[in-house]
């Protein structure tokens, strides 16, 4: 069984940064992904970046440039940092874990979500 803890977050003005962690508790083995999700009040939950199990980095685009996600594989933790914050950016952000099994059974697990609150 593996728990998410996600840290950081708060309220920044429009044109700052937040740096938010997500460190996994337990054993990984095998093939995983991960990934920061967000979802702002009345939208759908968004993929926001992710780290795919082959190592290929993806962004969405209304944060390419601006954000960035990576890994401290060892310490088990993902991060992404977000500079240049705008208020569109304000949403629950989570961490998202994927595990590859046998049988092509995949476990997901998230994040208990975090609130950035981009405003003056």
């Known amino acids: 069984q593996v728990h998410l803890v996600e840290s950081g977050g708060g309220q920044v003005q429009p044109g700052g940064s937040q740096r938010l962690s997500c460190q996994a508790s337990?054993?990984?083995?095998?093939?995983?992904?991960t990934a920061w999700y967000r979802q702002a009040p009345g939208k759908e939950r968004e993929l926001v970046a992710a780290?795919?199990?082959?190592?290929?980095?993806n962004y969405a685009d209304s944060v390419k440039g601006r954000f960035t996600i990576s890994r401290d594989n060892a310490k088990q933790t993902l991060f992404l940092q977000a500079n240049d914050l705008q208020p569109e950016d304000t949403a629950v952000y989570y961490c998202?874990?994927?595990?590859?099994?046998?049988?092509?059974?995949?476990?997901?697990?998230w994040g208990q979500g975090t609130q950035v609150t981009v405003s003056s």
């Open positions: 998202n874990l994927r595990i590859s099994k046998e049988m092509g059974y995949i476990e997901v697990y």
């Open positions: 337990g054993n990984i083995p095998g093939l995983y992904a």
């Open positions: 780290i795919l199990s082959d190592g290929t980095i």
